[in-house]
């Protein structure tokens, strides 16, 4: 990434002082700690851990910290000490289907074994602003819905916790429904895009990491095309479910999986049209989305791009810019676009002088040519009769 850092050594140094100024803030007022932003703002922890492809909420929530709340600058920030880490293991692929259920819903069948657990989203509510968050009493607006009692609202956890919660989509599975996907002869490992650059022809796996780590907004943007006709997508949410996964590694001296830890991830399968031919049954297709924390949005957008990405390998023609994968993939990454685009806060004199140059040279140009035409239109008018230069004089 370009980081503007030419100029003055004291002007860079008193720039640093600003920057800690305008971070700090007010200094009457409370400084906002690690754990304040890791447990009240966990929606831009999950994001940041996302996009810069590590998962540690002490991290996340100090690179939001330092970035005064510039959630791609944090990004920028938790990438760069990624590279500082050595790679010990590699661990097992997620089993999500084993997943410690936060929240599970599906679109696509009303009752699914399980249930419906609507978990805590802002799906449901009004988007009106609550004036009673602006109070440090922290009350309750009077007439806000009420909520469980402590006990009763652990005991409703508990219990969808406990449940068996099959994925939605092996109901399809089972039936030959949908597009099989099974696991590549020899189970070949994944490439890695943080330590191989991108290459194309791109690969799923490449592709789907790219678009984890890719900038939210682009991704959401480019899956809203899809919907409003860009691309040959008619989606239905399958199963989007968040919650937590037990992550496995094989360390070499013990030759089998042991667990390491849980982490927070949202999964989502979209459920997309049907596809067939004279020599195979129509099926629905599939698109796939993982992230770190809780982030549907996310979640969602990487399940649209991923199906639009597939089209080739689907047989269909590549005519919208979802569908286009070098397109995508390379404009996707915010780290390397707003690297590019702040680059152009370096000096740029000796560039733009060369243009000013060349444009007053080229003004020159025109306003010389203009004159020779004036002059040359001139000279070409007839003479005047001798009784018109009479009677004028």
């Not at 936060?102 to 799906?123: C, H, M, N, W």
């Amino acid at each position: 990434m370009y980081v503007a850092v030419k100029g003055g050594e004291r002007a860079i140094e008193e720039s640093y002082l600003a920057l800690a100024r305008a971070r700090r803030g007010d200094t009457a007022l409370p400084e906002l700690s690690i754990a304040q932003i890791r447990e009240q703002m966990p929606l831009a922890v999950a994001r940041v851990m996302t996009e810069g492809s590590l998962y540690d909420r002490d991290l996340a929530a100090l690179a939001i910290k330092q970035a005064s709340g510039d959630l791609l600058e944090a990004v920028f920030l938790l990438r760069a000490y990624r590279t500082t880490l050595p790679r010990l293991l590699s661990t097992l692929p997620l089993d999500t289907s084993k997943m410690t259920i936060e929240r599970r819903i599906s679109s696509t069948f009303k009752d699914v074994p399980g249930g419906q657990v609507l978990g805590a989203t802002y799906d449901y509510t009004q988007r009106l602003l609550d004036f009673s968050l602006a109070a440090e009493s922290g009350l309750q607006v009077a007439d806000a819905p009420q909520q469980p009692a402590p006990a009763a609202a652990a005991a409703v956890r508990e219990d969808s916790r406990s449940r068996v919660m099959p994925r939605v989509l092996d109901f399809l599975n089972r039936e030959g429904l949908i597009q099989q996907e099974p696991v590549p002869e020899g189970d070949p490992a994944p490439g890695d895009l943080t330590r191989e650059p991108l290459a194309f022809p791109a690969q799923r796996d490449i592709r789907l990491q790219n678009l984890a780590r890719a900038d939210e907004g682009f991704v959401l943007a480019m899956a809203y095309s899809t919907q409003r006709g860009y691309a040959n997508t008619h989606p239905f949410a399958g199963e989007i479910r968040h919650g937590k996964v037990a992550v496995e590694v094989v360390p070499e001296e013990l030759g089998f999986a042991i667990e390491i830890g849980d982490i927070d991830i949202t999964e989502c399968q979209m459920v997309n049209q049907f596809s067939g031919s004279h020599t195979e049954a129509a099926c629905f297709t599939r698109g796939y989305g993982l992230t770190f924390g809780y982030n549907e949005r996310k979640a969602m957008a990487m399940g649209l791009m991923d199906r639009s990405l597939r089209c080739e390998e689907l047989g269909e023609e590549a005519v919208a810019p979802a569908q286009m994968a070098e397109f995508v993939l390379y404009h996707s990454d915010n780290v390397e676009a707003s690297g590019f685009l702040q680059h152009l806060k370096l000096p740029h004199y000796v560039d733009f002088q060369s243009e000013l140059n060349l444009v007053r040279a080229l003004r020159r140009q025109t306003a010389e040519a203009a004159g020779a035409a004036e002059s040359a239109a001139e000279a070409q008018l007839p003479e005047a009769p001798a009784s018109d230069r009479q009677k004028a004089a």
